[in-house]
Each structure stands twice: as structure tokens, then as C-alpha cells.
């Protein structure tokens, strides 16, 4: 639901009644994933998508009778091996979907709208509501900020509350979204409940250091992907809103000072493309220590050979260097600016979804990996031809 939080927030600003279909949990092959959402309002208009187009039709049936009964229902979705055509995943997956109407009336309409405001302005919030226990429960909603503090519940037991603000808050920290299964008196006892928990975090950060034309051109493809793009270079000649118009921020100073005192987190990735040993090594020294996703540096494979022994003498540990995985990007063959930018890229998705980078064709891996995490200092970090 909070992956479409903007235009609903539209929806709810205007007074309209809508239900929201959200994916709940994923099993096998499946194009979207928890967390991803269509939503229906009473005119019968449609946002978002909860599986590329395989089931759309029958979610939004559902998603019509749920403001017409006011019903929160859990459906499932799968390939049916005795009719190719039926309602279901011709991928083969099965993907469990939660309909929730929110109509005017309805309890959880205040909390989800809190949820919904704070998502679209990019603030840190998550929402957790029941997928399946007792149908007095179903409907509601819990949200939970980053202090801990939360708005809303389930009516049951106030330790109930209690115990899924402060699960929903370990999700939030991690920027997770998934289930998670308690007793309905917010203990291991009790009747079980399913609770579906939506993360929204601030968008991830890209840095690009060095004012480049490559860089341009890996500023679009970030925007592309969602990330907030931020561009530093220490020559203010070259780091101006002219040459980089698709950048969310632009910042003229020291590489390496800004990396210091800028805020980055376990989803952060780091593209060094300055291809100057005063600019890299103590930019990459940093980085290198630092508990980001990904870091790339541009260079030839010479400038990387040398560029690796200037990082030794200024103390950095083999240990460190086996982070860096050089040449930067996928062997696409790139030459362009926008073909380099896209051999970073995907090396960068790939990095961050857990894939080997090779062609699918003839391979016997899954096509969806689970999400892997990117907050460890031993996340995989990269460096460019």
C-alpha cells in the first residue's frame, strides 16, 4: 500500500472511498513482491499494480466487492495446471493478497491516512494490519514512527499494541516489509495472528563523485531506479545544475569531506567516477570502511592496479580490499556514457537483489532472488573500466 502512498494520499485528500489490494507473501516465481498494491476507488479508478498484469483483473473484482461489503478479505493466487487460462500466475508463483477496504466509516481510514501522508512526504513510518485471525480484528491498522510512538490498534488486548508497535519498529529499522505472527494477546498465547507490516523509508541514496559525462548519464539511470542522486565534485566549473538537471542535489567540495559529514546508510551506494588518484584514494579509503551497499571506481585496469597499491600505503587492509570488486559494472561490452551507465547499474541491482549478473537464458536459477541485506560493512563494493 505505501508503495503507491502519493497518489492515494490524492485519493484521501480528495474524500474519495477506495479498497487497497496489497501483496502479502510470495511463494516461488512471482513479479512483485510484499507490499506491492492496486487500489480501486467507488468511481471504479484504478493505480498500481499487484502482479504486472496476471490476476489485475480479478484483485480489482475483489477490491469492488470489498467497499461494497465493507469486508477485509485474505485471497490467494496460483497457476492452475487444469486450465492454462484460469485466474492465476502463469509464471508459476502464488501470491497471497489482502483487500482492505477504506471507506469514510471505516476505523482503520484515520491510520491509514496518517500512514499514507507521512510516506509521500518521505518520511519513515510503517504500518502494520491483520491479515488473518479473528474477524473482529481484521481491518485494522496500527502505524508506527521511527521514535516509536504509534497511532491507532486492534481493539483486543493493549498489550497486543504494545508488542506489534515495537515488532513494527525492528521492521522500520530495517525497511522491511513482511508478515509477522503473534499471539492476538500480544504474546506467544492466544489465537495466532498474521499481521502484514509495510515499511517506508526514505528514498536510498546515490553519490556520484566526479562531474563527468558519465556521470550525467548515471545520474539519469539512478533517477531511474528510484534513488535520491546526489552529485559532488570539488571543481565548481563542472558540478552546475546545467550539466546535471536530472540531480537531486549537487555539491562543490573535497570528495572525501563530503562523504565525512553527508548521512548514509546500509543502502547507500557510492560511484566514484573522478579517475584521480588526489580525488580516489582518500575517498575510497573512507568508503571502503564506511557500512554502504555498493562503492565504484572508474578507471582502467591499470589505474585500479595502481590505485590499489596507493590504497595499501595509506593503510588500507587487504581485508578491505577484497570488498572491492573491479572492473565496476556487468561485462555488457558498454562504450557509451548511458552504456556504462548501465553496465553500473545493473551490477548495482544485482548487488542489491542477491543475482549472479549473468544471461537467464539457459540458466537454472531462480529469475526472483529474496532481498538481501545491504547493512553490513561486508556488503559487496565495485571499481570501473
Not at 495466532?192 to 550525467?216: H, K, N, W
Not at 551490477?347 to 544471461?359: C, D, F, L, Y
Request: proline content about 5%; aromatic content about 4%; charged content about 20%.
Amino acid at each position: 500500500m505505501l508503495d503507491i502512498a502519493e497518489e492515494l494520499h490524492r485519493w484521501v485528500e480528495q474524500g474519495r472511498e477506495f479498497a487497497v489490494a496489497t501483496v502479502v507473501a510470495v511463494d516461488g516465481s512471482a513479479p512483485r513482491q510484499p507490499g506491492a498494491a492496486l487500489a480501486v476507488d467507488a468511481d471504479g479508478a484504478a493505480i498500481g499494480s499487484v502482479s504486472g498484469g496476471c490476476v489485475e483483473g480479478a484483485v480489482y473484482e475483489l477490491c469492488q466487492q470489498a467497499l461494497e461489503d465493507g469486508e477485509t478479505v485474505l485471497e490467494r493466487f496460483g497457476y492452475s495446471d487444469e486450465d492454462a487460462f484460469a485466474v492465476g500466475l502463469t509464471c508459476g508463483g502464488i501470491i497471497d493478497i489482502l483487500v482492505t477496504p477504506v471507506r469514510v466509516q471505516d476505523p482503520a481510514r484515520p491510520v491509514v491516512t496518517a500512514a499514507l501522508a507521512a510516506a509521500s512526504a518521505g518520511e519513515a513510518a510503517a504500518v502494520a494490519r491483520i491479515v488473518s485471525g479473528p474477524s473482529g480484528l481484521m481491518g485494522r491498522a496500527l502505524l508506527v514512527r521511527p521514535d516509536g510512538t504509534y497511532d491507532g490498534g486492534f481493539g483486543a488486548h493493549p498489550e497486543l499494541d504494545r508488542t506489534v508497535a515495537a515488532e513494527a519498529g525492528a521492521f522500520l529499522d530495517a525497511g522491511r516489509t513482511g508478515t509477522l505472527e503473534i499471539g492476538e494477546q500480544g504474546s506467544r498465547c492466544g489465537a495466532p495472528l498474521t499481521l502484514l507490516v509495510e515499511s517506508s523509508v526514505p528514498q536510498p541514496r546515490m553519490i556520484v563523485f566526479g562531474a563527468v559525462d558519465f556521470a550525467s548519464a548515471l545520474v539519469r539511470i539512478g533517477k531511474f531506479l528510484n534513488y535520491h542522486v546526489t552529485v559532488c565534485d570539488a571543481r565548481p566549473v563542472f558540478a552546475t545544475e546545467a550539466r546535471f538537471p536530472d540531480a537531486d542535489e549537487i555539491v562543490v567540495e573535497w570528495p572525501h569531506k563530503y562523504l565525512e559529514r553527508t548521512e548514509i546508510d546500509g543502502r547507500t551506494v557510492l560511484c566514484v567516477l573522478t579517475h584521480d588518484a588526489k580525488f580516489d584514494v582518500p575517498l575510497i579509503r573512507l568508503a571502503l570502511r564506511l557500512p554502504v551497499a555498493y562503492v565504484g571506481a572508474m578507471g582502467s585496469r591499470r589505474t585500479h592496479l595502481d590505485r590499489n597499491e596507493r590504497l595499501r600505503e595509506v593503510g588500507v587492509t587487504e581485508l578491505e580490499l577484497a570488498r572491492l570488486r573491479s572492473p565496476i559494472g556487468l561485462d555488457l561490452g558498454a562504450r557509451t556514457p548511458e552504456e556504462t551507465a548501465l553496465s553500473i547499474a545493473s551490477e548495482i541491482v544485482a548487488n542489491r537483489r542477491g543475482g549472479s549478473g549473468g544471461s537467464l537464458t539457459g540458466a537454472h536459477t531462480p529469475i526472483h532472488h529474496e532481498a538481501t541485506s545491504t547493512s553490513s560493512p561486508a556488503g559487496r563494493i565495485g571499481s570501473v573500466a
